[in-house]
């Protein structure tokens, strides 16, 4: 899978390549992560790559231009190519949204910078866009690192032979299980003894407890969306209101 990044800032990405799980799949020749300079493609002895905005206000506005060459200035992998602006503005980006995206060959991730990007780019030159949350960063260099951070990592063979992504937060529309290691006792705290059992029906009934526990605790939003199975529905139902609460600073 191939990623092409349109930024100002092509520099803020090296470390990020280089260190992360994605990083190590563009090792592996896994996925492919390139980086286009948007200054290279802007007009005039100084490059501008924003102006002023029309109507007057604060800031400045990138401009449609560069962003427009620069994005039909690359080799497209087709309709297996999608090109995307990212933006406060954009459809949330989820785990599913990220499925989706690793089954492309092609993600074009337009990183916008200043008060915003002229308008008519949305029109011209993506397809479509997205936002990391809702909050407000400085550009969208992070927000692409985190697309394709998440995205990669679902591309086949990035994760080795690492734990499946299939057990993720978020893979069942539920929060993880907690996890422990070494020590045994950590300032007073014991690792749960049933994860010390070798019984492992018993772990993994102890472990989708938790991750029903955890998630109704902190983020009853995704219970309501996620698929319970007739298990799932009888530990929820063996939960009593006091314990939840008890629970809810886990
Ligand atoms: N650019 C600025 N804020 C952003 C956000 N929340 N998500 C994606 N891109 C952004």
Redesign the pocket.
Known sequence: MRFDILTLFPELFASFVKETIPGRAVAKGLIDIRLVDLRSFARGPHRVTDDRPYGGGYGMVMKAGPICRAVESLERAGDRSRIIL???Q?EP?TQARAWELSTLEQLILVC?RYEGVDERLRTECVDME???????????ET?AMVVVDAVSRLVPGVLGGERSNLEDSFEDGLLEYPHYTRPRVFRNQEVPPVLLSGDHEKIRVWRRTQALKRTLARRPDLLERAELTEEDKRILAGFGQAECLVQSDE
């Open positions: 990212l933006s406060p954009g980006f916008g997205l936002s990391i949350g809702d909050y407000v960063l400085s550009g969208g927000a």
